[in-house]
């Protein structure tokens, strides 16, 4: 009976030398010395990473919305995760360049510079916007969070084909600009 208590013991007990967490959670970092990436004849991105080539990869932004240069995933097509890069800091300026046009496609979100009319009715607001990309006039689902604080005043949009738009600072829109935004809240 002791030799068994024994074994249990054993095995219930902390390992006898603490692994490193991406050893645990099987994170393969990419960096400068490991991985190299370019542009494909169709201009996608693509990464070559300990010699296994990649054709075609996306990159996904642990913090898109408050920092866009640190944990980024690469994935494939299949959204299988190659690796993981710390920060775009520890790679040259034409890599950096690369990544940095792929992550502003991705998250692509227009800032709405005025607010010139929102419409409710039947659960969906019909807003028309001065945006960074033009005069934009899109709908958004009432309810579920779709506009939302991202930050203290960073407000994110998103309408129903999942375009999303940005008030960069709520505080700085007019007061009847606010009106309008706040039934959307």
């Not at 300990?50 to 990869?57: A, I, T």
């Not at 028309?128 to 958004?140: M, N, P, Q």
């Not at 949009?157 to 007019?174: C, L, M, P, Y």
Request: hydrophobic share 35%.
């Amino acid at each position: 009976m002791t030799a068994l208590i024994s074994s249990l013991n054993q095995e219930t007990e902390a390992p006898q030398h603490e692994s490193d967490l991406a050893d645990a959670a099987n994170i393969r970092y990419l960096t400068q010395s490991n991985t190299t990436f370019m542009k494909t004849a169709g201009q996608m991105l693509a990464v070559e990473v300990d010699g296994e080539e990649h054709p075609s990869v996306y990159v996904h932004c642990s913090f898109p919305h408050t920092n866009r240069r640190i944990y980024l995933s690469i994935r494939t097509i299949e959204n299988k995760e190659i690796g993981m890069i710390r920060s775009l800091d520890d790679f040259s300026a034409e890599t950096v360049e690369l990544l940095e046009e792929q992550v502003q496609i991705r998250y692509f979100a227009p800032e709405i510079t005025k607010v010139v009319n929102v419409k409710e009715e039947f659960g969906y607001a019909y807003w028309e916007a001065e945006t960074t990309a033009g005069l934009c006039r899109f709908t958004v689902r009432g309810g579920g969070g779709n506009t939302k604080l991202i930050s203290a005043s960073r407000l994110l949009i998103t309408d129903v084909d999942g375009n999303r738009f940005v008030i960069a600072d709520i505080n700085r829109i007019s007061e009847k600009e606010y009106r309008m935004v706040e039934m959307c809240m």
